[in-house]
């Protein structure tokens, strides 16, 4: 392991996968540091893309420039890794209430990702609804769990991987490099960071085995429906702001099953239950760049709900930045928060 690398990235999840790959692929000396945690924001995310969101359907900020620019991404690495990673599955949208029905047919007309569902029939088989079929277009579904496991094989093979928790004590020993935290929500008490705006949540899912369902679709009603690997099913998920810790709960199990008891006809059982932190902040815009006041330090965070389809572009924004000294959007860019952050 050298201590020379050019930049120390901290955390391998979504963020530091990206960046790290970026600066590798552009010929620089890395080393990452990942703590083996299985309960991280990206080993449980559902891996979706959705080019619209909330109960007013908007669209997602930026979506037009970081959809395409996060499928290329994963087509890449797919490439590269000789893995499959990313394919298209839309979304269809099974209206709870006449209400939702309403609002989703005004926006139809005017918002390119959506359309109704001509055959609404021949769903009556696996599900149960009183309302119209949305179908939000195109949406993509991301393993990143498999990226995230191949890339860390890639980094092990190259010898630039530690797998250790890598505490603020050990920045001395990198005096030559650049450290930049993609470190999730464990970044709310880094002694750098700890001032930023970050209000993390707590998202749930349960695992689940469906047999027979169409593995064609992602299906919400009040509850998300997403395939996950071989016969099984990623049921979620929840925001919760008040959470006494990081783990599955009793509460979400129960409530999640009742959903998906009213909304599903098919027979299913749960294989298992996973939770996770999502790094999210009261902006809702990524955390980027170097700091204001240590300039050898630097962060890649921020990403809340939205890691899978704005990690790959801020992290490619970042590494130019480090290399090229190309600009950081400043809706994203760290140095918004000069004021807070030159405080400490
Ligand atoms: C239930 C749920 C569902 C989700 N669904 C979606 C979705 O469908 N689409 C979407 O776009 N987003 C989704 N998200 C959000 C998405 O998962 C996150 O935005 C994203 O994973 C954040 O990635 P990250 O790499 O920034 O952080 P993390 O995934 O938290 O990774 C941080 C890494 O840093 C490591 N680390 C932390 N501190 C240290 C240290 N001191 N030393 C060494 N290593 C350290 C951790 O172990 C971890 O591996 C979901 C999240 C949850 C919880």
């Known amino acids: 392991m050298s201590s020379k690398a050019d930049y120390i990235i901290i955390g391998q999840g979504i963020s530091g996968t990206f960046l790290s790959y970026y600066l590798h692929k552009a010929g620089k000396n890395i080393l ?4 083996p945690k299985n309960n991280t924001a990206s080993k449980v995310t559902s891996g979706v893309i959705n080019p619209v969101t909330g109960r007013r359907i908007v669209r997602t900020w930026m979506i037009e420039e970081i959809m395409p ?5 994963y087509q890449a690495l797919e490439n590269e890794l000789n893995i499959s990673l990313i394919h298209q599955c839309n979304i269809l949208d099974f209206h709870p209430t006449a209400q939702m029905q309403n609002a989703f047919d005004e926006r139809v007309n005017e918002e390119t990702y959506l359309s109704n569902v001509k055959d609404t029939e021949s769903w009556r088989n696996y599900f149960n609804y009183d309302f119209g079929i949305g179908e939000i277009n195109p949406c993509w579904q991301i393993n990143i769990q498999a ?3 191949e890339w860390r094989k890639e980094l092990q093979k190259n010898n630039q991987l530690i797998e250790e928790k890598f505490s603020v004590e050990q920045i001395k020993d990198y005096a030559d490099s650049k450290i930049i935290f993609c470190d999730g929500v464990a970044n709310i008490d880094n002694t750098f960071f700890h001032l930023l705006p970050y209000a993390a949540n707590k998202g749930e899912a349960l695992i689940v085995e ?4 169409p593995r064609t679709n992602m299906y919400k009603q009040s509850c998300a429906i997403v395939p996950w690997k071989d016969d099984l099913w990623w049921i979620g998920s929840n925001y919760e702001w008040n959470f006494e810790n990081d783990l599955p ?3 979400f199990r129960e409530s999640m099953e009742q959903k998906l008891k009213s909304f599903l006809k098919l027979p299913y059982k749960i294989i298992t239950h996973i939770a996770a932190l999502r790094p ?9 760049g170097l700091h204001p006041t240590h300039k050898n330090i630097g962060i890649l965070n921020g990403m809340g709900t939205k890691g899978c389809s704005l990690a ?11 290399m090229n000294n190309k600009p950081i959007l400043a809706y994203a860019d760290i140095q918004r928060f000069k004021g807070i952050l030159s405080k400490q």
């Not at 999210?280 to 980027?288: G, H, K, L, M, T």
Request: hydrophobic residues 50%; glycine residues 0%; proline residues 5%.
């Open 69 to 73: 620019f996060a499928a290329h991404a």
């Open 280 to 288: 999210a902040n009261v902006e809702r815009r990524p955390f980027v």
């Open 147 to 149: 990226l995230i496991q």
């Open 32 to 35: 990452v540091f990942d703590e």
């Open 210 to 213: 469906i047999k027979d369902l």
């Open 312 to 322: 790959p572009y801020f992290a490619h924004q970042l590494a130019e930045n480090l």
């Open 249 to 251: 709960s009793k509460e």
